[in-house]
């Protein structure tokens, strides 16, 4: 089964600190998604990468960045962290091709404070 | 701008009913429509997927059904289980998924 291990559950930051939140997965995928998940929002694409140091924008990137050094690893950067990032972050992997069946990690709950 | 419209927000059924689903969307270009079953404290899980060439496709107890002309399509959840109680989302496919807003359903035993 293909496994996505989000670095942390449960994160608490203060604002203006820099955050890093890390996403590994172990099947190979190409592609990688960062998405935050709010009540009666949905899932919002921040940033996906369909290669390695490559990176696209989602719908929400602003304040946010990624980095994608190594195929299995995509990290979620927030520059300077504000209370309105306070979310539920989900990393996935996906073969290539936009059709394809994404995996989500189990989520990091971050709270900014 | 939500590309994907999901109702309804919230959903109780009693066991053994049936569970309806519905989402709208308007980019004609989008050509895969999946949903996602999520769980309390799980990421989101692909349920089950439909290309718009295909007005019905069953697995189990889930259905889903499409209409391309009125750009809808909606899931149905035959013999609702308490098991069922869960996060459902319906997506579309253009440069990546766009998610709808999410259904919570409850099934009462």
């Known amino acids: 089964d293909v496994k996505v291990t989000q670095s942390s559950r449960y994160l608490v930051k203060r604002t203006g600190e820099k955050v890093f939140l890390e996403c590994v997965q172990d099947?190979?995928?190409?592609?990688m998604f960062w998405y935050r998940q709010d009540p009666g929002l949905g899932l919002r694409l921040i940033y996906f990468s369909y290669d390695v140091k490559m990176k696209e924008k989602g719908d929400i990137p602003e304040g946010y960045s990624v980095s994608r050094e190594k195929k299995e690893r995509f990290s979620l950067i927030l520059e300077s962290a504000s209370t309105n990032q306070t979310s539920m972050y989900l990393c996935?992997?996906?073969?290539?091709?936009?059709?394809?069946?994404?995996?989500f990690g189990s989520g990091t709950q971050l709270s900014v404070l | 701008q939500q590309q994907v419209k999901q109702s309804p927000q919230s959903l109780i059924v009693q066991k053994g009913g049936i569970s309806i689903i519905n989402c709208a969307y308007e980019n004609t270009a989008f050509d895969y429509f999946p949903w996602y079953q999520q769980f309390p404290g799980k990421g989101p899980a692909l349920l089950i997927a439909i290309r718009p060439d295909v007005s019905e496709k069953k697995e189990g107890r889930f259905t889903i059904s499409f209409n391309k002309s009125a750009k809808q399509f909606s899931l149905h959840i035959m013999d609702s289980q308490p098991g069922d109680s869960a996060t459902y989302f319906c997506a579309a496919s253009g440069y990546a998924l766009n998610f709808g807003k999410g259904t919570s359903l409850l099934v009462t035993p």
């Open positions: 099947m190979d995928h190409e592609n």
């Open positions: 996935a992997s996906s073969l290539p091709g936009i059709n394809e069946k994404l995996f």
